[in-house]
């Protein structure tokens, strides 16, 4: 049923709509650039972008660049590259709300002509006392009650910048006693001296978010700015805004619950922190969760949207399992892949029955449930790197793979029968000897008998080496994210493992930046953007295979 399907935002849109109070749908996203985005942001993008495509409307990409201190342009290239890369096509140009400085300016000398707006010079310590508390009212500030004329002069005297930072602030006059203390007459313009990364010196006055979002929405025709609960007491002055302006088409602030997952950091602040400390490796480490980590472990748009399209929008808080999104990536993969083979952690297997100096190409099906990825020759002769935990000389019952004695499918080659291996002195295994038996050669249709164990190799003088890092979550899973008593991280040690001695089939050497492939038994890997090189490449590993998670 359609109707039932529909998030209460979709509702309150098809209300809209049917009720005539708009007619088309415009929704933008509005980062601030001050950090790299995560992957809650990528929730707000392709929810914005969806309601946009759903409704054949306009979906904006907008920077929420009013405040000067703590943005820099270095991080509106890397927004624009990651909204793009989620597959969010926003309309026309992307925007800027500080292209409105001077809109915004006359928003507030309009409100002061209508005696909505005065300036207030008390100390920003004072205002607070002023403002009182949830249990009591506000006191009207002494300044309150200044002329229009007055409020006019002084303002415009801010602007060309006679006052100092924090001497005078525009206030909006509204109702200082007011439950909702976002009401008690907020503070909409501020007296900074600081150059602004797109305007440079020409302000000298900045508005405050409150004042100017609503303002950059209604400026762009933006219908239903969403955003999430911590606005939801914000609303009344956002409407309070738009009213005063007059504006024909007001837009309506719309709130849902920000997207939190278990046991990952999101928050611009703790992973910044993160990257200050040298904790992780840069803002795209891909043990986090910002977008271009995200996108450097792995994952690909479609998984993200599957996720987001899983996790729905909802009013409550809630906070995600990871696992969640690592079904998406596997779910997403699983067709996409060639399945191929790469040995972690290398033994040798010496084939003695297996003429020397031989190589024979084995057809291999890069992926047995979609055809359309093709073969590929693998190369297979008598010396073998095989996972060092697919031998044990003293097997524990319901060990099916290589010991003494036993036979084993080699996938895609032939059945093999372990008869000897070799220690070094510190009783290590350094190699394992066995007999391959030439009726059994994969593809051949042999049904002659049948063995328990399948495991995977690569043949050692043609293998590429390689490194491949394993990940874990950055942060503990039992004992939670922070630290209770002192709110320190509880960081995993183990949350990077780097394999410097793997091999891996031949062809991977030519694999580009970006590629992925599932290493049969190991999971879904990628070939990292930035370390791999084709004579020693670099694999991330993206998700193991097995899941514990189950829609
Ligand atoms: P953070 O708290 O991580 O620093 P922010 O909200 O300060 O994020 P903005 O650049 O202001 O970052 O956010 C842009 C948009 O992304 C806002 O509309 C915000 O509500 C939304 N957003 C941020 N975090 C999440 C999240 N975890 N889930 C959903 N939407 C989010
Ligand atoms: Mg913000
Ligand atoms: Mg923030």
Not at 237 to 258: C, G, M, N, S, T
Not at 321 to 346: F, Q, T
Request: hydrophobic share 35%.
């Amino acid at each position: 049923n359609e109707v039932v399907s529909k998030n209460f935002i979709e509702q309150i849109i098809d209300k809209d709509l049917e009720e005539g109070v708009y007619t088309q749908v415009c929704t933008r996203f509005p980062p601030e650039p001050n950090g790299y985005l995560h992957i809650g942001h990528a929730k707000s993008i392709l929810l914005n972008y969806g309601l946009a495509k759903k409704y054949g409307g306009r979906f904006h990409l907008r920077f929420d660049d009013t405040n000067p201190m703590k943005e820099k342009s270095e991080f509106v290239e890397s927004i624009i590259e990651d909204v793009k890369w989620l597959g969010a096509v926003y309309d026309g140009e992307v925007l800027f709300a500080s292209n409105y400085f001077d809109q915004m300016y006359e928003a507030a000398v309009k409100l002061i002509k209508k005696g909505k707006a005065y300036v207030c010079d008390l100390s920003a310590e004072e205002i607070r006392q002023y403002r009182g508390t949830l249990t009591e009212p506000g006191k009207n500030s002494p300044y309150r009650d200044r002329s229009v004329e007055e409020n006019l002069d002084l303002f415009e005297r801010m602007k060309n910048g006679e006052f100092e930072d924090g001497s005078r602030v525009l206030r909006a006059k509204i109702d200082m006693s007011s439950p909702n203390i976002n009401m008690r007459d907020p503070v909409i313009y501020r007296v900074a001296h600081m150059t602004h990364h797109n305007t440079g010196d020409k302000w000298c006055i900045y508005p405050m978010y409150d004042f100017a979002h609503p303002i950059e929405d209604a400026i762009e025709g933006v219908t239903h700015s969403i955003c999430t609960l911590e606005f939801e007491d914000h609303r009344p002055l956002y409407d309070w805004v738009v009213r005063e302006l007059e504006y024909p088409h007001p837009p309506k602030q719309i709130e849902f619950a920000k997207l939190y997952l278990q046991n990952v950091i999101t928050g611009k602040r703790y992973i910044k922190k993160l990257v200050e400390e040298n904790i992780v490796d840069g803002w795209d480490d891909p043990r986090l969760v910002s977008i271009a980590a995200l996108r450097r472990r792995g994952f690909t748009p479609e998984s993200i949207q599957m996720f987001m399209d899983l996790v729905g929008v909802s009013k409550s808080q809630s906070s995600v399992d990871y696992a969640m999104l690592e079904y998406c990536i596997r779910e997403d993969l699983k067709l996409k892949c060639s399945r191929v083979m790469a040995v972690l952690d290398p033994v040798k297997l010496i084939i003695d029955n297996y003429p020397e100096g031989q190589v024979e190409y084995m057809d291999v099906v890069n992926n047995q449930e979609n055809e359309a990825l093709g073969t590929r020759k693998v190369p297979f002769c008598r010396e073998l790197y095989i996972e060092r935990e697919d031998f044990m000389e003293e097997p524990p019952k319901k060990y099916f793979r290589l010991y003494p004695g036993n036979e084993v499918r080699l996938m895609n080659g032939y059945f093999v029968t372990c008869t000897d291996y070799k220690k070094d002195e510190n009783g290590r295994v350094t190699e394992i000897h066995c007999t391959y038996d030439p009726q059994t050669r994969s593809g051949s249709g042999f049904t002659g008998r049948k063995v328990k164990g399948t495991i995977h190799w690569v043949a050692a003088p043609y293998a590429v080496r390689a490194t491949v890092r394993l990940y874990e979550n950055l942060v503990d899973e039992e004992k939670g994210v922070y630290n209770k008593e002192d709110g320190s991280l509880n960081l995993n040690p183990d949350s990077l493992t780097v394999l410097d001695n793997c091999y891996v089939e031949p062809d991977l050497a030519n694999a580009l930046a970006g590629d992925s492939f599932q290493f049969v038994r190991q999971g879904y890997f990628c070939v990292d953007v930035k370390d791999s090189t084709p004579l020693a490449p670099v694999f991330n590993r993206i998700v193991s295979l097995k899941s514990s998670y189950k829609p």
